[in-house]
């Protein structure tokens, strides 16, 4: 049974940084799959933050792209995602999700497991 | 860009539901996928590649269309599926998600 755990801070300074981290279990970050962040605004939609192959490859939102970084640590199963000089506006709650692959018909199904979701606070 | 309609679609249980998502491009390989969230809960997949339903996602929930039109029908609804559901394109960045359509009980 693939499980995705976020964990972090759940209060962070204005212009402070950001930091999560997703723990894997029941699947490897080095599997063919893409790692994500998608995050949700106090009663609002999805927005969709960023992804991570464990090879190293990344894709950002454009509208973040600036202020994020993500990273994977294969000895741990985990990656990570950084987001600096954060203000109200990035209080949400954050999810971690895993891109899926199905290898027999060689494409991609969306995003097939995700995370509890962890809410952040950007607040003095 | 994304764009589900209704915005909220009210409905009695035992009823059909028809979810409407229009994308601003023409969605490649067939990349799109259908979200159910449910209040406090991550989202969970439900169909993609358009049509395909995700594991253990009932026989009730089916999703059809090509190119730029795309809908969710629910054939009977339940209880449990009044939520919030998601469109969204997933084969290229950005993986943009519609606005959502809240289906409440009528």
């Known amino acids: 049974q693939v499980q995705l755990q976020e964990s972090g801070p759940g209060l962070v300074k204005p212009s402070g940084t950001l930091s999560l981290t997703c723990a894997l279990s029941?699947?490897?970050?080095?599997?063919?799959?893409?790692w994500n962040w998608v995050r949700q605004s106090p009663g609002r939609g999805l927005e969709w933050i960023g992804e991570?192959?464990?090879?190293?490859?990344?894709n950002y939102n454009a509208s973040l792209k600036s202020r994020v970084t993500m990273s994977v640590d294969k000895s741990k199963n985990q990656f990570s995602l950084n987001l600096t000089s954060a203000s109200a506006a990035d209080t949400a709650v954050y999810y971690c999700a895993r891109r899926g692959f199905i290898e027999a018909a060689g494409r991609r199904n969306g995003f097939d497991y995700w995370g509890q979701g962890t809410l952040v606070t950007v607040s003095s | 860009v994304l764009t589900q309609s209704p915005d909220t679609l009210s409905l009695f249980p035992g009823e059909r539901a028809t979810l409407s998502c229009r994308t601003s491009?023409?969605?490649?390989?067939?990349?799109l996928a259908w979200y159910q969230q449910k209040a406090g809960q991550a989202p969970r997949l439900l169909i993609y590649?358009?049509?395909s339903r995700a594991t253990g996602v009932p026989e009730r929930f089916s999703g059809s269309g090509s190119g730029t039109d795309f809908t969710l029908t629910i054939s009977r609804l339940e209880p449990e599926d009044f939520a919030v559901y998601y469109c969204?394109?997933?084969?290229?960045?950005?993986?943009?998600f519609g606005q959502g359509t809240k289906l409440e009980i009528k």
């Open positions: 969204q394109r997933y084969g290229s960045p950005p993986y943009t």
């Open positions: 590649g358009v049509s």
């Open positions: 029941g699947a490897s970050v080095s599997s063919n799959n893409w």
């Open positions: 991570i192959h464990h090879s190293g490859g990344t």
């Open positions: 491009l023409s969605v490649s390989s067939n990349y």
